[in-house]
């Protein structure tokens, strides 16, 4: 079943469940906010990726954080469904911003606890690296779309995440993703630590031919 969402394109992905914090400064942006807060309806925000709209999310405004005097607004949203594009229209009939008719896709649980271990240990590994430990915590309950934006992917690997309908297979996507970039900072790691003793004296054991 389609729906209609008035929209507000941008260059980057939102996931489900993700606080995201907008400044909204265009008159055409002004107007569908102000209509979605009066309507108590959520908009979409397809992501514009290859110069195409094809995916995005919808999303709900949770507070106007500041209004200023000539009308612009700093807001809290938090992203609902993932979608895909079926129409869009640009700008919709008497408004100023564009809208489109959107086919909200499944978000299908079928996650094992132990591949989720997997990735979680995977993810705890990766911050292990980068030594980022202390600053980001990784819960034993979390699902791929918590740490979307937390594991290095690219903003195209993010827009192929949200096109996954299964957690099962969004998670196999950024497991392969850290078995390939943990090994690869480890070197980097390596290298630098390679680069920092260079000229220092150091110990070195004799071969015992």
Do not use: W
């Not at 394109?9 to 993700?18: I, R």
């Amino acid at each position: 079943m389609e729906n209609y969402l008035p929209l507000f394109p941008l260059n980057l992905v939102a996931f489900p469940g993700e606080n995201l914090n907008l400044h909204i400064f265009e008159e055409r942006y002004k107007q569908l906010i102000g209509e979605c807060q009066e309507n108590e309806q959520p908009f979409g925000i397809p992501a514009y990726i290859d110069k195409k709209l094809e995916y995005g999310t919808e999303v709900y405004v949770k507070k106007i954080v500041k209004q200023y005097d000539d009308g612009r607004l700093d807001i809290t949203t938090q992203a609902g469904r993932v979608f895909k594009v079926m129409s869009f229209m640009n700008p919709v009939g008497g408004k100023l911003y564009a809208g489109g008719d959107v086919y909200f896709l499944d978000n299908i649980r079928d996650d094992s606890p132990e591949t989720r271990l997997e990735m979680i240990s995977l993810i705890r590994d990766l911050y292990n690296v980068m030594n980022i430990v202390k600053r980001v915590e990784v819960d034993d309950d979390i699902i791929t779309f918590d740490v979307g934006h937390r594991i290095g992917l690219s903003i195209e690997e993010e827009y192929k995440l949200i096109q996954l309908e299964r957690e099962s297979q969004r998670q196999e996507m950024i497991i392969r993703h850290l078995e390939k970039t943990i090994p690869t900072l480890r070197e980097v790691e390596r290298a630098k630590e390679r680069i920092r003793m260079n000229g220092h004296f150091r110990h070195f054991d004799p071969l015992d031919f």
